[in-house]
């Protein structure tokens, strides 16, 4: 594992997450790919458990960091909990194609967001109004890009991405 | 002499992280949002590059002979503003009064102008952060303006950053005048907030416009921050209204704000308003 390359990417993807995700947001909601998420599944899938833990955790604290006025730690917890699940489950059952990938982000995003959301709540802080359509959306949408946007990171990462036929 | 490799099992490492994400989560806010101000002032140049980049792809062309919606609606506020100031004033000159006017020429107050750094306005929240902070006599509770209305209120600031709680955020309550009419209103997320508690015996319409009450210390006259866009009969109380009113300005599209600034310290920065 590359720890720098990692750390420069996680830069990198956050600062576009918190610049320039609007542009690609649909609808009035505002939904947009959660490319940090995208991020934690690709490393969950394709780094071993240990370092899996390690990545989840501080893509959780960047999620974390961009959101202005939300407290910090929900998603430092959603993301290294569901992260950590995901790469033990890639050990039993191997994740390489894409819609199996697909899948992956879909369920990994609702499961992290909806966590997330819970645990806002509990510091007191209002759920939107349209939270479940948020979230599935925001799951939706980073599950159709998710999987194509795993071959430039492993080039950066410098990790062979076999595609099964 | 080989240096000892010390070894952590998985389950220890997911129990400490755990510990340290639980840990940030019962940190209280003033603490933890200094990383959220850390990154968004390192990252201020990139950040602002990609804002700018996403309001030039929202922006649509404009025509040469015609004065833009934008533009149209900051001066309908200004208008708004002016008249509600002739009034107070109006109010003023009836009672006795043998203390020192600071009203429309602005007196003793200054207009701090600021740059969005970052903007985070969904259902679940509506704040801004902006480059200016307690270095430049930013406070708590100071009312914050875009297009000549209020858009929200310092919620806390950092010496070179602050955060603006946008009004329209689920966690903001104001006090706002609607006619006569003195009431609250809270944030509903996104762009629009809601009239609470407000019997059906007072006359609303829609289209009424709604203001920032005075507050001494922060807002000197009242000032426009919305326009009633919905009123009909609560559903689930008949005796009260169900008014929902939307911002005067359209936050997303704004690149700068000001900041009101009561009585400020004599430094450099800021607009002078007599200039």
Redesign the interface.
Known sequence: MHWFRFAVLVLVV???Q???A??VAVT???VKPDLLLILLVFFAIYCN??EA??TS?VI?FAA???????????R??SF??FG?VLAYLNSVVTIKKMPYQALAIFITAFLTDALA?L??S??G???????YT?IFGTSFYSSLAGPFLFLPCAWWMRIKVERPR | MARKRIKVSNRMLLTWFILSGLIFLIAPQNLTSRFQFAFANIFRWPLGIGRNISLSARTQQQLADVVSRREYDKLQNHLANVTEELLEKHKKLDRVSGLRNRMSEFEGVEFMLAEIITASIDDAHGELIINRGRDDGLAEGQFVLGDNSVIGTISDASPRTARVRLFTDPASKTEVKIRELKTMIQGLGRDSSKVQLLSIKHKVEVGDDVYARKKPGFLDAPMKIGTITRCKTDEGNPLLWDITVKPACDVEKLNDVAVIIMNPAPRSGGVDPKN
């Open positions: 956050t600062v576009l918190a610049g320039l609007d542009i009035n909601l505002n458990t240990f833990i390690i955790f959780g974390d960091i961009i959101l202005a006025g939300s407290p910090m730690g929900p430092i917890i290294g909990l950590t959301h645990l806002v509990f510091r802080q209002p759920a939107p109004f349209s939270v948020v």
